[in-house]
């Protein structure tokens, strides 16, 4: 615990009341750094590092960033954009609106009026990734804005959730960045490295932001302050949950769509029925989607009925709470080719991409046909926080499942593919799943997951969890020449934990493989619990530092529905069946 937070805190033993309010101010702030962050990613800021030092006149506001900065890695960016930011206010509320709207202006004029930016576009490549960027850090405002609407009706008796939410929606912004600059990785010129340092400041303060939302969830635990109705996530305990009806369902699903969830399919009553054969209402599910009621704030059901449909398709962040169902994973498929080879980036290739929050998938499939000769090409993109993926068919080679961002769920689906094919940076679980090993070509490798944590701070990983790992009737003669592996570090901070699956002899006996050389081998979290078959051998794994095999019981806890993805709030209520904590032995 750090000496600032004491200080902030303060008062004597048993004044409650100052200390919450003192505990809300401070989640008020902390949006601060968030939102300053995204400001300076797109704008330069030329100002001497020696000009607080030069500020004689410390008003409360700047004692209380100093405090909050106390924690972060990066205290000097920290306390010198938190004060430019701040001025004289000293209201949290009015600093966090007041950065706000400082920030939307910001990145809405420096993105579109940079010399740097304006360059990108003479390249091709570079164009495109110059829109993904716009489009991620339009997305990471919109997390912001999240956040600060959460503060706006702050219940202290929920803060645990509150802290929750705000470390996967800063993890996201962290990801999108780290995106952004993903895109200009095969750019020609100095592109890549201009934008770097163009969001060097950004990615400082969006991990302090981060570090300060950690730190206060745990100094929030150590208080214990009497009185509270706080959720421990213990696997026990009965779980408080928010904004539920009477009878146990999410208030965004109305009382005649909650028994769609576990109804069949001929006994719905979908607001839009989709079929190639003209017998609904659309052909399209593109068309479906684009007449779903903007105000809407319940689900919207769209049907869609057997039959292949080729195209492309995004659930915007506008139109969340859409529940798309199928007549079967193998019955309904939406399917396209879009890959990396023919010059598409991988972030733009998804045949489906899944942006609106409170997204439900049911017995449908998504494909990617691009084939394993035109490497990345992903079937599903999903950023969608809180979204469910039931009884799913997901088929591709490299680059399958792009879980990019935010908490998500995925039971009994089967994903299919060679090279990283469940990839991404969201807090995942995908549980009572098969994962399909496939031929890939003659000089490649096949690994199952890459994860991509940038930051060790990011609550974020990859979990199977009561699943199995298994090869395609192609690949079986060649295993041994072409062996497959549970996964291997994307990024710095990997993290994947494999645990009571099911592994066959498809998966070689060293289990890990290595990104480049020996990288990420010391910070990387890789670790295997409770698994069984042929491919679960632990006595040939690899013995990098960041292996933790075996976890024990509690560390293994961790990594289930109930802790890791706050899954007991969202997913219970759907009706989806799911193992809230590690599944009996």
Known sequence: MSGGYIQVLGGRDGRNKKKIVAIAGICSLLLVAMVVAVVIGVSHNNRSSDDASNNEEINTSSKTIK???????????????????????????????????????????????????????????????????????DYAIGDLQRSFDEVGVLDINKIDDLLADMKIWLSAAVTYQGTCLDGFQNTTGEAGESMKKALKTAGELTRNGLAIVTELSSLFTS?????????????????????????????????????????????????????????????SVVKALNAVPKTTNTTFIIYVKAGIYKEYVQITRSTPQIMLIGDGPLKT???????????????????????????????????????????????????????????CQIDGYQDTLYTHTNRQFYSNCTISGTIDFIFGDAAVILQNCKMVVR????????????????????????????????????LVPFKSTLPSYLGRPWKEYSRTIVMQTQIEDVINPAGWLPWMGDFAFSTCFYAEYNNKGVGADLSKRVKWPCIKTPLTNEQALEFTVSKFIQGDQWITPTGVPYTSGLSPI
């Open 67 to 137: 405090q909050i900065c106390d924690s972060t890695d990066y205290k000097e960016v920290c306390v010198d954009n938190l004060s430019s930011a701040a001025g004289n206010t000293t209201d949290p509320k009015e600093l966090v609106q007041v950065a706000f709207q400082v920030a939307i202006k910001h990145i809405s004029e420096a993105v579109n009026k940079s010399t740097t930016l304006r360059e990108l576009e003479k390249d091709k490549m570079a164009a495109q990734a110059l829109e993904n960027c716009k489009e991620l850090m």
């Open 223 to 283: 208080l214990n302050i009497p009185g509270m109705n706080r959720r421990l996530l213990s696997s026990s305990e009965e779980i408080d949950y928010p904004k539920l009806t009477e009878d146990g369902f999410p208030t965004w699903i109305s009382p005649t769509k909650r028994r769609l969830l576990i109804l069949p399919t001929d006994q719905m009553k979908p607001n839009i029925v989709v079929a190639k054969d003209g017998s609904g209402r659309y052909k």
């Open 439 to 474: 031929k890939p070509m003659e000089n490649q490798q096949n690994i199952v997951t890459a994860q991509g944590r940038i930051y060790e701070r990011e609550p974020t990983g990859i979990v199977l969890q009561d699943c199995t790992i298994t090869a395609d009737p192609a």
């Open 333 to 391: 498929k939406i399917t396209g080719n879009k890959n990396f080879i023919d010059g598409t980036a991988t972030f733009k290739t998804p045949t489906v991409a899944v942006v609106g929050n409170g997204f439900i998938a049911k017995d449908i499939g998504f494909e990617n046909t691009a084939g394993a000769a035109k490497h990345q090409a992903v079937a599903l993109r999903v950023q969608s926080d809180m979204s469910i993926f039931y009884n």
